[in-house]
């Protein structure tokens, strides 16, 4: 069983930055791809960026060159660095995990079996 709690969501101004933190645990030796979706009401859960067990990421159209994905395997900790926010990314954000031996780890929300309670980002115009 993988456990996954986010924080470090809350509000701030367009142009701002926000950093978002995934603490890992209980999750058995194995590969993961690890990942970052988010959320509005009524939409569907939409992938923002993904990291595979090599480092290797993958981002939405709608964040590249504005957001980054870190893994810090000595402390268990996956981050979403965010700048440059606009209004259109306040979201509910999930950190997710998906144990598989792919290298390149998908944005679609149904290969991950692992999933957090969520954090808010406001960004307000």
């Known amino acids: 069983q993988v456990n996954l709690m986010e924080s470090g969501g809350g509000s701030v101004q367009a142009g701002g930055s926000l950093r978002l933190s995934c603490a890992i645990s209980g999750y058995p030796q194995g590969l993961y791809c690890w990942a970052w979706f988010r959320q509005t009401p009524g939409r569907e859960r939409e992938g923002v960026a993904t990291?595979?067990?090599?480092?290797?990421?993958n981002y939405a159209e709608s964040v590249k060159g504005r957001f980054t994905i870190s893994k810090d395997n000595a402390k268990d900790t996956l981050s979403l660095q965010m700048n440059s926010l606009e209004p259109e990314d306040t979201a509910e954000y999930y950190c997710a995990a998906w144990r598989t031996v792919a290298t390149w780890c998908p944005l679609t929300s149904q290969s991950y079996e692992y999933w957090g309670h969520g954090a808010q980002v406001t960004v307000s115009a």
């Open positions: 990291i595979s067990r090599e480092g290797r990421p």
